[in-house]
């Protein structure tokens, strides 16, 4: 399995991050699978953002629930995630992961 995300890179305060997360190598319709969104601010640990399952049923981290939308595109074979009114503390390499399979992350930057 391979997840590859794609990000605007720089985003606005006050604007929508929006990232997407293409998978090669399993369908994200797959039975049990879960799809997760993590983010790595910088010199900060790992944030569980949230998960969509096989079937679409969602689950968010509270910290971000009011803000954060994930959604999937079934004939793409992506999931994406949505983060709303950003601000400088968004900044974060936004990963998405399945299990032990990880993508590479993509960096967005929230300028002050």
């Known amino acids: 399995v391979q997840l590859q995300e794609s990000g605007p890179g720089l985003v606005k305060p006050s604007q929508t991050l929006s990232v997407i997360c293409t998978v090669s190598?399993?369908?994200?319709?797959?039975?049990?699978?879960?799809w997760t969104w993590i983010r790595q601010p910088p010199g900060k640990g790992l944030e569980w953002m949230g998960v969509?399952?096989?079937?679409?049923?969602?689950d968010y981290n509270p910290s971000f629930k009011s803000r954060t939308t994930i959604s999937r595109d079934t004939v793409k074979n992506q999931f994406s995630l949505e983060l709303t009114s950003v601000t400088p503390e968004d900044t974060a390499i936004y990963y998405c992961?399945?299990?032990?399979?990880w993508g590479q992350g993509t960096q967005v930057v929230v300028p002050a």
């Open positions: 992961n399945l299990d032990q399979f």
């Open positions: 190598g399993a369908s994200i319709t797959t039975s049990h699978y879960h």
């Open positions: 969509m399952d096989y079937e679409g049923t969602l």
